[in-house]
């Protein structure tokens, strides 16, 4: 709804990742483990995600540190940018992460909408996605 009062000339959109930006990573730990970040180490090769449900754990940051090389940490400054170009996009569409799946539909919404100004993806419940409420 702030982002409708600001009236925006162009469309928007807006998905939180739960329960954080990492979680984007663990359907794919086991294609990023042992690859080199960029100069820096980063997840030891093995790693793999216990199978917990995707969005059900907090603290990813320091569960990626755990299986980082002994006196190293995950580091997100450094570290989120390389693994998210590693990422596998259709492993993770495929592994069904439910934040990832709202932020592929507010893409495509976001594609469809290039013709319709101002238009705020998610709509309030019981308003049309596109167009003011």
């Known amino acids: 709804e702030q982002i409708r009062q600001v009236a925006p000339p162009l469309p928007v959109a807006y998905v939180l990742l739960k329960p954080e930006f990492e979680v984007l990573f663990l359907p794919c730990v086991e294609q990023l483990a042992g690859q ?13 995600w216990d199978g917990a449900s995707w969005e059900a754990r907090r603290g990813l940051k320091e ?12 580091k997100p ?39 319709v100004s101002p238009a705020v993806f998610p709509s309030p419940a019981g308003r049309s996605a596109v167009g003011r409420p």
């Open 36 to 48: 080199k970040l960029e100069g820096r180490p980063g997840l030891r090769p093995g790693t793999r």
């Open 63 to 74: 569960w990626l540190s755990q299986h980082y090389p002994p006196g190293r940490s995950y």
């Open 77 to 115: 400054t450094l570290d989120q940018l390389p693994l998210t170009r590693l990422v596998d996009l259709q492993r993770l569409s495929d592994a069904g992460v439910p934040c990832f799946g709202t932020l592929e539909r507010a893409v495509k919404f976001l594609i469809r909408a290039t013709t």
